[in-house]
């Protein structure tokens, strides 16, 4: 059994190596600063990501010892991430590449790893796409319920096709701002196809998709039947989703301001104990969107994605 343990937390790892761009992906707008962009890889170009990559930057861990074990596992990752790819649903609210942040060296034509877990900016068939937190703090009068649809109606899709998602968080939600803004969820099926390959050689490193967790994550680890771990992975997807909302509308990740946790550890632990019935209403959202969203935190059986659909419809 992998362990949870939080005080074995370690930082995330920073690979250094280059990436290689297209022209079109190193298209910045003007006047941003500092420079940052996005790579977006399909099923075709996924497997020339560097097996460290994989193993620490999309599974948000850190090898404790470089071993065999560790080099081999990756391109088994890799095949199951293109088998799922291949099964996507085809729709525009699911991005069927895979989106990993990257960041521009100022004045030189280079551009070196970043993380997955604040996708800023990418470029998306050639649309500029920016992740939905980014995109609210410069559009801050844009309503939200239709964006909010758009991704409760593609989580609807995945788990139909019974695909999960599991790594649900603003980070990868992303927004096309040419034109009307359309919200895609990115990086479907990273966590869980990282976790099924993930050696025994590596600990649990904290990043902000912590912060959207269901306390019940960790009762995954107990359950060995195939159609119980889909069905808490559905249930998961849904948490994490409600909790997005939250941060969509607050403008924040939960529990950002709440001086009581001043560090991520503090807020994570807090999360996986209490969960997030201790969030405020944040002012703009509609109460009966806030009751979904205390319904899925209080664990309420009859809660589903339908629940959350027909309430951002009835507030378009």
């Given at each position: ?5 939080l005080r074995h ?5 920073n690979?250094?190596?280059a ?33 460290d ?5 999309l ?29 996507l ?39 500029w ?14 309503k ?17 096709a019974d ?11 992303l927004?096309?701002?040419?034109g ?13 196809a990282?976790?099924e ?46 909790v ?12 950002q301001?709440?001086?009581t ?33 205390q ?14 659909i ?7």
């Open positions: 059994m992998k362990s949870t343990d937390v370690m930082k995330p790892y690979p250094s190596a990436l290689r761009v297209t022209r079109a992906m190193q298209h910045q707008v003007k006047g941003e600063s500092p420079l940052s962009g996005c790579a977006l890889y399909n099923e075709t170009t996924l497997s020339s990501l560097p097996p990559f994989l193993l620490n930057e599974s948000h861990k850190r090898s404790v010892m470089s071993n065999l074990e560790d080099t081999q596992c990756a391109p088994k990752i890799v095949q199951l991430i293109v088998d799922q790819l291949k099964r649903p085809n729709d525009d609210s699911i991005c069927r590449e895979f989106a990993v942040e990257q960041e521009a060296v100022p004045d030189r034509d280079v551009r070196v790893e970043g993380t997955m877990s604040d996708i800023t900016n990418a470029v998306f068939n050639g649309k796409c920016m992740n939905i937190l980014v995109f609210l703090s410069r559009y801050p009068h844009a939200r319920a239709p964006l909010i649809l758009q991704i409760a109606n593609g989580m609807k899709l995945l788990h139909e695909i999960v998602h599991r790594s649900i968080f603003p980070g990868n939600i927004i096309n701002d040419t009307a803004p359309f919200a895609m969820l990115a990086n479907t099926g990273i966590y869980p990282v976790q390959f993930l050696p025994t050689t590596v600990t649990v490193s904290l990043s902000e998709h912590d912060l959207y967790k269901s306390p019940k994550s960790n009762d995954l680890e107990e359950i060995t039947n195939t159609i119980e771990k889909l069905q808490l992975n559905k249930k998961l997807d849904l948490y994490s989703l409600t997005s909302i939250y941060s969509i509308y607050e403008g924040a990740a939960p529990f301001n709440d001086r946790l001043p560090g991520l550890l503090q807020k994570v632990t807090y999360v996986m104990l209490q969960g997030h019935c201790g969030l405020q209403k944040p002012v703009v959202m509609p109460d009966g969107l806030w009751d979904v969203l319904r899925c935190w209080k664990d309420d059986p009859s809660m589903t994605i339908d629940e959350v027909r309430v951002c419809e009835a507030n378009l």
